[in-house]
């Protein structure tokens, strides 16, 4: 089915509902009366109605009756609980995307008991700003018609990539939680700058606008982040100075435990669940 005809449904209406819901309106994806959510909570209905002027409901049986993508938005947990209560709506016609993290493909066509079109995403939350960075993996029937969708649909919210679901706990480690560690770099960057004599403001204004200057040099260009770096960096200059206290400090090694630490930690998490 084209984009243009599909009809979307959400179950659950947070933050990450609301971007993608707002993405697809905005890159002209879907309508204003092609796309429900439902949630048990009357406030976040009432916002969301509000901002997308969608049809919103607290009936889960009435977004899967009403759309061919259903996207689970709800917390992990919940969508266990879910599942079963969709299941005998859910069809092969249906494509099911579940943005709840640890639970795994097993997990939800376990819950929908039979082998539907099942799609696994890992987002992290720069998609509330259209600048995501999320992966997926296929289940299921999902078919490579199905991949080529999702990753037109995530990119509303920014980019996707289908990986394995075996990647999936390093994307967690990696771009999951990485918006943290780049937020503890950028306030970092902004304490050097106020230790050396720059209002915060601004401190963190440079720092910020530099990550987000550095990292679209790196995405538009294409160039090797090493070949990147030795154009600032001149013999003898300030640039390998401050590299070499960063090597000193081990801020390689730092973030390399960083991503491993997450990646283990959502291992372990996904085996609790």
């Given at each position: 089915?084209?984009?243009?005809?599909?009809?979307?449904?959400?179950?659950?209406?947070?933050?990450m509902a609301g971007a993608l819901i707002q993405g697809i309106l905005r890159?002209?994806?879907?309508?204003?009366?092609?796309?429900?959510?439902?949630?048990?909570?009357?406030?976040?209905?009432?916002?969301?109605?509000?901002?997308?002027?969608?049809?919103?409901?607290?009936?889960?049986?009435?977004?899967?009756?009403?759309?061919?993508?259903?996207?689970?938005?709800?917390?992990?947990?919940?969508?266990?609980?879910?599942?079963?209560?969709?299941?005998?709506l859910v069809t092969d016609q249906h494509l099911v995307v579940s943005i709840?993290?640890?639970?795994?493909?097993?997990?939800?066509?376990?819950?929908?008991?039979?082998?539907?079109?099942?799609?696994?995403?890992?987002?992290?939350?720069?998609?509330?700003?259209?600048?995501?960075?999320?992966?997926?993996?296929?289940?299921?029937?999902?078919?490579?018609?199905?991949?080529?969708?999702?990753?037109?649909?995530?990119?509303?919210?920014?980019?996707?990539?289908?990986?394995?679901?075996?990647?999936?706990?390093?994307?967690?480690?990696?771009?999951?939680?990485?918006?943290?560690?780049?937020?503890?770099?950028?306030?970092?960057?902004?304490?050097?700058?106020?230790?050396?004599?720059?209002?915060?403001?601004?401190?963190?204004?440079?720092?910020?606008?530099?990550?987000?200057?550095?990292?679209?040099?790196?995405?538009d260009t294409g160039l090797h982040t090493g070949s990147l770096k030795d154009?600032?960096?001149?013999?003898?200059?300030?640039?390998?100075?401050?590299?070499?206290?960063?090597?000193?400090?081990?801020?390689?090694?730092?973030?390399?435990?960083?991503?491993?630490?997450?990646?283990?930690?959502?291992?372990?998490?996904?085996?609790?669940?």
């Amino acid at each position: 089915m084209s984009s243009d005809k599909r009809r979307f449904g959400f179950i659950g209406s947070g933050k990450m509902a609301g971007a993608l819901i707002q993405g697809i309106l905005r890159a002209g994806l879907a309508t204003t009366k092609t796309v429900t959510a439902s949630d048990v909570a009357t406030d976040a209905r009432d916002k969301l109605r509000k901002q997308a002027d969608i049809r919103v409901t607290e009936s889960n049986e009435e977004v899967v009756k009403s759309s061919d993508v259903i996207v689970l938005a709800v917390y992990p947990q919940i969508v266990l609980n879910v599942l079963p209560e969709i299941a005998p709506l859910v069809t092969d016609q249906h494509l099911v995307v579940s943005i709840a993290a640890g639970i795994t493909t097993k997990q939800l066509l376990d819950g929908l008991a039979a082998p539907r079109r099942v799609v696994r995403v890992m987002p992290n939350t720069p998609a509330l700003v259209g600048a995501g960075a999320a992966a997926y993996c296929l289940a299921g029937m999902a078919t490579e018609a199905d991949s080529a969708f999702m990753a037109e649909f995530l990119g509303v919210v920014g980019r996707g990539w289908q990986v394995d679901e075996r990647h999936l706990d390093a994307v967690t480690g990696l771009s999951g939680s990485g918006p943290a560690y780049v937020f503890t770099m950028i306030e970092a960057l902004s304490d050097g700058g106020v230790r050396m004599g720059l209002p915060r403001a601004v401190a963190t204004a440079l720092a910020a606008q530099t990550v987000f200057g550095a990292a679209k040099m790196l995405l538009d260009t294409g160039l090797h982040t090493g070949s990147l770096k030795d154009q600032v960096t001149s013999p003898g200059g300030t640039t390998i100075a401050g590299i070499h206290a960063l090597e000193r400090g081990g801020l390689r090694a730092a973030l390399m435990n960083a991503v491993e630490a997450a990646t283990l930690r959502s291992q372990e998490l996904g085996r609790n669940s």
